[in-house]
């Protein structure tokens, strides 16, 4: 067995019982440490699906799932709704992971750029910065896999650029493998190594670069992309871990 490989799932299906509803048919995936891997499909594809059956939180009608032993998972969700009317700091967030000192807590919220909202309500917060708490709250767990299931939901352009520089930042740090779930490969295409395009099935894997130009994508996604390209970011310069440009150094490279 590769020493690097973290998740291995082969042959998997998930169906709804009572509808007869296929949710997920046959899939093989597999995820390495120190990987990015991105799960793009439309809505209903079975991405949410096939990521709660590797959480453990369902079992699939069938297929084999390896996880490697002793493999901590952290988790950052779709949604989360926060009632506004409950008084609930992040750290008290932060803490309902468990039982952590400050000085950890400060870590894991420095670690994503956000240690000065350590005491700021929840509900107050903006949802660029209530991912950034998120990831903070799934690091805390020093996990050997981060599922990110749409990371970029609620956030702008700008922001989502910096959140996957962050992500990418988090990846090197700690080599662990990211597993990202998305809709399209539109601004993730510069933060992920691996692609898995799902609608019920595999439709087609690989590099984004020859995933988007693969006809399966195109099937699905052709005609939402007029008037835009798969995001790469090509430059001279570099970004800090808030995406704020560095100015490249005196032998003019980023």
């Known amino acids: 067995m590769d020493d690097d490989l973290l998740l291995a799932v082969h042959g998997l299906c998930y169906r709804i019982r009572a509808r007869g509803r296929q949710i997920l048919d046959n899939i093989d995936l597999e995820l390495r440490r120190g990987e990015i891997l991105t799960l793009i499909g439309p809505n209903g ?95 805390l767990r020093q996990p050997d896999v981060m599922v990110l299931d749409e990371p970029g939901q609620g956030v702008d352009i700008l922001g989502q650029r910096a959140l996957y520089q962050t992500i990418r930042n988090i990846r090197d740090r700690h080599n662990c493998g990211v597993l990202m779930v998305s809709h399209d490969l539109h601004l993730v295409m510069a933060s992920t190594d691996r692609v898995i395009c799902l609608n019920t099935h595999v439709c087609c894997t690989g590099h984004p670069e020859a995933v988007s130009e693969h006809p399966e994508y195109l099937k699905i996604f052709g005609h939402a992309l007029d008037g835009f390209a798969v995001y790469e970011h090509h430059h001279n310069h570099v970004h800090d871990d808030y995406g704020n440009i560095v100015k490249p150094g005196k032998n003019g490279h980023g």
């Not at 453990?56 to 901590?72: A, N, T």
């Not at 506004?84 to 750290?91: A, I, K, N, S, T």
């Not at 468990?98 to 919220?109: H, K, P, T, Y």
Request: proline content about 3%.
């Open 45 to 139: 594809a079975g991405k949410t699906t096939l990521v709660r059956i590797l959480l453990g939180l369902l079992k699939p009608v069938s297929g084999d799932i390896w996880r490697k032993s002793g493999l901590r998972f952290g988790y950052v969700p779709q949604r989360l709704h926060i009632e506004r009317v409950l008084p609930l700091r992040v750290r008290d967030f932060l803490l309902l992971a468990g039982r952590f000192d400050q000085n950890r807590l400060c870590e894991s919220l420095d670690e994503v750029g956000m240690q000065h909202l350590l005491d700021s309500q929840l509900q107050s917060i903006s949802g660029g910065e209530l991912q950034r708490v998120l990831l903070a709250r799934a690091l």
